[in-house]
C-alpha cells in the first residue's frame, strides 16, 4: 500500500498519509554516518556557519552554529528594531554600501557547499549584484576563485556561478526570469564539486523548489588554489569591487559542507535522521490484531527500511500472522532505519501480536444511527436486537448517545460500524458535520466549505471506545467529506474506505458553489484507519446541477460484490453488482448491460411506491445500509433513510432472498428505534450483545482518554512549498462542469491551510526561552477551566516566516506537555498554539533561541 508519493507534490492529500506521530513509542534508537560505527552523531555536522541576522545591535555578528565563525558589519548598522527582519543592506556603487564580512578561508577544503538564506531584494536596484561572494576579489578577466548567486543577472536571470580562477572559468547555473523583488525569497545554492572526468552537479532553489541545475566540473575546494585561501566571503558584496553593493534585506544565513539534497533543501534541514526514525509510530503497537503500516518513506523527506524479529509472524511489509487461537501473544521487535541526508538512525518498536480470536457465532445485531437535523441529533446512538431479531430492536443507554464528538464541527452522522476482518475490533467512522446551527442553506454550503475529515473510534468490545481522533483524508479542492464507509479488500489484505466528496478547481472555500459541481464517491486504502493512501476517483458521474451520487455501501456474497449507492439525479438508491470491488465508474452510470468486468446495473430506484411505516410509501431516500441474517441462507435485509425532506421519519426496511435480483420488499411492521437514520447494523455475538445491554443502562459508552501529547514530528518541514500553484495548475484541479468530469482517478493535492489566530487568551505555552541543537526541549501547553477537555489545538512551529511544522492534537484536560522535536538549524523559532471550536478560542507565542552546540 503506497501511503506518500515522493516528488511532484499536488498528488499528496492526506495530513495523515504517511507516518503518523501524535505519541513516540517507547523504543531505542541509534544513529550511523556511512560506514562508521554506531553511536552518536550531532545533528547539525556539515553546518560551516550560520547568522540568523537577529540582531538588533553590534558589529559583531554572532555564528550560531556553535563553531564560533563570527562576522562583523562593515559600514553602517543595518539592524532592524525588533531583530524579526534582519539586517538591511543599503547598497551602492563600487561596493561602496555597507556589508557583513565572512570569516576567511572559508570553504577551504571543502568539495561540497550549501549557502541556503531569505533574501528581500529591493525593488530599486538594477546592475551587476551579487547577494554573497565566497572566495577571493577578482578584476575582469582574471581572479583566483569565487562562488556567488545574484538575482538578476545581465540577461534578466537568477543566477549561481562557481569559478575556479577568473571570469573565463565561470560555470552558471541559472533560471530564466529574475528573483521577484519587494517580497521575501528563499535562495539556496548547492555544489557538489566535480571533475571533467566525474562530473559534479550544481543546483539552484527558489523557495526550496529546484529550479535549475547542471553538472560542474570545478570544486569549491579550489577556490583561490593552491593553498584555498579566501579572503572576499561577503554577504551583500561582489567579488567585482566595481559592482554594486547588494540592496534590500537578508536573514537565516546557513553554510553548510555539503551539497544538501531536493529533499533537504525541501524541508529545510530542520531535522535529523534520529528525529525521523523517532516519529516513526506503529498504532496499537502493543495490541497487534491485524496487517500494520510500514511505509518506506518517512518523516521530513527520510527513507525507511524495516527488519523483523520474527518474520513469520510480522513481515518486513507489515503482514500479520496472529498466533493459533487459545496460543499465548507473541512478541515481536521490529527494527526502524531512517536515512536522511547520508545518515541513518536505528530504533526498535517492540509489539505484541495478540492470538487469533475463536470464529464468530452471531446471536444478535448491533445497530448505530444518528437521529436527525434537530437539536442533538447528530450524534451517535445504539440499538441491540432483541435476541437474534434481525428487524426488532431496543434501544439502548435510555436513548442518549453513546458517543458525541468534540472534534471538528463538533456535530457527527452517518455512522458506520465495522468489525474488523480478524474479527476482534470494531472501526466506527463517520461524518464530521453539524447542520444544527449551521444557518443558511445548511445542506448547500456544507458541500461548499464543509470538513476534509473523518471520525475514527475503535473498539474491542462496542462497550470501551478509543479517543476520538479526527483523519483528514480528503484534498483541499474538495468542499466536504460524507457517509465514510469501508470494505476489507482481502487480496491486498487492506480496508477501502470510500466517501462522497464535491470537488473544485481550487481549494479557496469562497469560490466553492456546489451548482457548478457535483457529488463524486471517492476512496482510500488503510491497514490501521491511522494512515491513508492517496484518494482516488471511484465513481465520477455528473446527475445534473449540483448532482451526483453519494451514500455507497458494499456487501459481498461469494465472489460477487454488491453495491448500494443514492442517484441525487432521483433521490433513490439503485444497487449494482461486479466481480471487482475497486472498478471505477466513469461518464454516465452502468446499465444492465455494461460489461460483466465492472460494475453493472442490477434495479434502479429500490422500494419506490413501497409502504413505509408511517401511513404513507417509500418515495425517495438515502444512506442504505445492507446486512445479512444471521441464521436464514442468502437472506438479506436493506435499511434506506426517508428523511423528513424525502416525506418520512426515518430507516424503513427491505428484504429479500435473492441479492442478485435486487428483489427487495418493505417491512414496514420492522421494530426499529424511533426515526433512526443513516447508520449500520452488524452481528454479533450472544456475549457482545448482552455486554451492551449490561453497559448501556444509563451514561455515555467509556472512552479511553485522548493520547498523551508529545510533539507531531510529520509536517510539512522548513519552507516546504507546492511544486505547483494548486489554484491554477490544470492537471490538477477537477474539472466542474455539471455535465462531466474529466478529471484523472487520483485527486489533487492539499494545501497547507495556515489557522485562523482566534481571540480570547484561553490557551497558553510555557517554553524554555534558549535551546541547543543537540537537546530536545519540553513545552507546556494549558488550556483554562472554559477550554479544558478533548480539544483540538494547532501547533505551528516557524523559523522566521518559514513553517517548520504544523500540526492539531487533541489535548485531554487542560494541560498537555508536548516535546519538540530537535532543531539542527540553529536560529529563531516561534511557537504558536491556536484553539478556536464552538466551545470558545484563544492562542498564545513564545519564542525560542536555537543556538549551536559549541565545539
Known amino acids: 500500500m503506497s501511503t506518500r508519493r515522493s516528488g511532484h507534490r499536488p498528488l499528496r492529500t492526506s495530513a495523515t498519509v504517511g507516518v503518523v506521530a501524535l ?11 556511512g560506514g562508521a560505527a554506531t553511536g552518536a552523531v550531532d545533528p547539525t555536522a556539515g553546518l560551516l556557519a550560520s547568522y540568523e541576522l537577529d540582531q538588533t545591535s553590534g558589529t559583531v555578528v554572532e555564528d550560531s552554529s556553535g563553531h564560533d565563525r563570527d562576522a562583523a558589519v562593515v559600514g553602517s548598522q543595518g539592524w532592524s528594531a525588533t531583530g524579526e527582519d534582519g539586517f538591511t543592506f543599503t547598497g551602492g556603487g563600487n561596493s561602496s554600501g555597507n556589508g557583513i564580512r565572512l570569516p576567511d578561508d572559508l570553504l577551504k577544503g571543502q568539495d561540497q557547499v550549501t549557502v541556503d538564506m531569505d533574501v528581500w531584494v529591493d525593488p530599486t536596484l538594477s546592475g551587476n549584484w551579487f547577494l554573497f561572494n565566497l572566495g577571493n576579489y577578482t578584476s575582469y578577466p582574471n581572479g583566483s576563485g569565487y562562488l556567488f548567486v545574484t538575482g538578476e543577472d545581465a540577461q534578466g536571470q537568477y543566477r549561481g556561478t562557481i569559478a575556479e580562477s577568473g571570469y573565463a572559468s565561470e560555470q552558471r547555473i541559472s533560471r530564466a526570469g529574475a528573483l521577484a523583488k519587494g517580497t521575501w525569497k528563499r535562495v539556496t545554492f548547492t555544489v ?14 527558489e523557495d526550496g523548489r529546484l529550479v535549475a541545475s547542471s553538472a560542474v566540473t570545478t570544486s569549491p575546494a579550489r577556490l583561490g588554489e593552491p593553498d584555498g585561501s579566501t579572503v572576499a566571503n561577503w554577504l551583500g558584496r561582489s567579488a567585482y569591487r566595481n559592482d554594486l553593493s547588494f540592496e534590500g534585506r537578508m536573514r537565516d544565513v546557513s553554510i553548510w559542507s555539503t551539497a544538501l539534497t531536493e529533499q533537504q533543501v525541501a524541508q529545510g534541514s530542520c531535522f535529523g535522521a534520529a528525529d525521523a526514525a523517532s516519529a516513526v509510530v506503529v498504532p496499537n503497537a502493543d495490541d497487534v490484531r491485524g496487517n500494520i503500516t510500514l511505509p518506506a518513506e518517512g518523516p521530513f523527506g527520510s527513507t525507511l527500511t524495516w527488519a523483523s524479529s520474527d518474520p513469520a509472524v510480522v513481515t518486513t511489509t507489515g503482514e500479520v500472522t496472529r498466533p493459533a487461537t487459545g496460543s499465548a501473544a507473541k512478541k515481536v521487535d521490529l527494527t526502524v532505519t531512517a536515512t536522511l541526508g547520508g545518515r541513518s538512525a536505528t530504533r526498535t518498536i517492540p509489539l505484541t501480536i495478540r492470538p487469533a480470536p475463536a470464529a464468530l457465532d452471531p446471536e444478535g ?16 446512538f445504539m440499538a441491540g436486537s432483541q435476541g437474534d431479531q434481525p428487524l426488532a430492536y431496543d434501544v439502548l443507554n435510555k436513548g442518549e448517545p453513546i458517543l458525541t464528538s468534540t472534534l471538528g464541527e463538533r456535530g457527527v452522522r452517518d455512522p458506520f460500524l465495522l468489525r474488523s476482518h480478524e474479527g476482534d475490533r470494531f472501526f466506527l467512522l463517520a461524518t464530521d458535520l453539524k447542520i444544527d446551527g449551521r444557518g443558511g442553506n445548511g445542506f448547500a454550503t456544507a458541500q461548499e466549505n464543509g470538513s476534509k475529515s473523518l471520525m475514527v473510534w475503535e473498539s474491542t468490545d462496542l462497550v470501551t471506545w478509543s479517543a476520538q481522533r479526527e483523519v483528514k483524508v480528503s484534498s483541499d479542492f474538495a468542499g466536504n467529506t460524507w457517509a465514510p464507509e469501508a470494505y476489507y479488500d482481502e487480496a491486498a489484505g487492506e480496508y477501502v474506505v470510500y466517501w462522497a466528496s464535491a470537488l473544485y478547481p481550487t481549494p479557496a472555500t469562497g469560490e466553492h458553489a456546489i451548482g457548478n459541481s457535483y457529488q463524486r464517491m471517492v476512496y482510500v486504502t488503510t491497514r490501521d484507519f491511522t494512515t491513508f493512501s492517496e484518494p482516488r476517483i471511484w465513481i465520477d ?7 451526483g451520487m453519494i451514500d455507497a455501501t458494499v456487501v459481498r456474497d461469494g465472489g460477487t460484490f454488491y453495491r448500494v449507492v443514492k442517484d441525487e439525479a432521483s433521490m433513490t438508491v439503485r444497487q449494482e453488482v461486479s466481480p471487482s470491488l475497486r472498478a471505477t465508474v466513469t461518464g454516465s452510470l452502468p446499465t444492465t448491460t455494461s460489461p460483466e468486468s465492472g ?20 418515495t425517495n431516500g438515502e444512506g442504505p445500509t445492507v446486512f445479512r441474517d444471521n441464521d436464514v441462507a442468502n437472506r438479506w435485509y436493506l435499511l434506506v433513510d426517508q428523511p423528513s425532506y424525502h416525506g418520512g421519519q426515518g430507516y424503513l ?32 455475538s450472544a456475549a457482545e450483545l448482552a455486554a451492551m445491554r449490561t ?15 508529545s510533539w507531531p514530528t510529520s509536517g510539512t518541514g522548513c519552507g516546504t512549498e507546492p511544486t505547483t500553484d494548486p489554484t491554477t495548475d490544470p492537471t490538477t484541479s477537477p474539472t466542474t462542469s455539471p455535465t462531466q468530469s474529466t478529471s484523472p482517478t487520483q485527486l489533487p493535492a492539499s494545501p497547507q491551510v495556515s489557522p485562523t489566530q482566534a481571540a480570547a487568551p484561553t490557551v497558553s505555552l510555557t517554553a524554555p526561552r534558549r535551546l541547543t541543537t543537540s537537546k530536545r526541549a519540553k513545552v507546556t501547553l494549558t488550556l483554562s477551566a472554559s477550554a479544558a477537555g478533548n480539544r483540538t489545538v494547532t501547533l505551528t512551529l516557524k523559523k522566521g516566516k518559514r513553517t517548520v511544522v504544523t500540526r492539531q492534537v487533541v489535548v485531554s484536560g487542560s494541560t498537555a506537555t508536548l516535546k519538540l522535536p530537535r532543531l539542527t538549524r540553529a536560529g529563531r523559532y516561534t511557537l504558536t498554539a491556536t484553539y478556536a471550536d464552538a466551545a470558545g478560542s484563544g492562542s498564545d507565542a513564545v519564542t525560542l533561541r536555537v543556538k549551536g552546540k559549541r565545539r
Request: proline share 8%; no cysteine.
Open 23 to 33: 505519541a513516540v513509542a517507547a523504543g531505542t534508537a541509534a544513529v550511523t554516518a
Open 192 to 205: 557538489d564539486g566535480g571533475t571533467v572526468a566525474d562530473p559534479g552537479e550544481a543546483k539552484l532553489y
Open 365 to 380: 445485531y448491533a445497530f448505530a444511527y444518528f437521529t436527525g437535523e434537530g437539536a442533538g441529533g447528530e450524534r451517535i
Open 541 to 547: 458521474v455528473s446527475r445534473g446541477s449540483g448532482r
Open 599 to 618: 460494475w453493472r446495473l442490477v434495479k434502479e430506484q429500490i422500494g419506490v411506491g413501497q409502504p413505509n411505516p408511517w401511513g404513507g410509501t417509500f
Open 653 to 684: 426496511a427491505f428484504t429479500t432472498d435473492s441479492l442478485a435480483t435486487a428483489d427487495w420488499r418493505s417491512v414496514p411492521e420492522a421494530k426499529l428505534p424511533a426515526s433512526p437514520r443513516h447508520g449500520t447494523v452488524v452481528p454479533v
Open 695 to 709: 453497559a448501556y443502562q444509563g451514561g455515555p459508552a467509556k472512552q479511553a482518554s485522548a493520547p498523551a501529547v
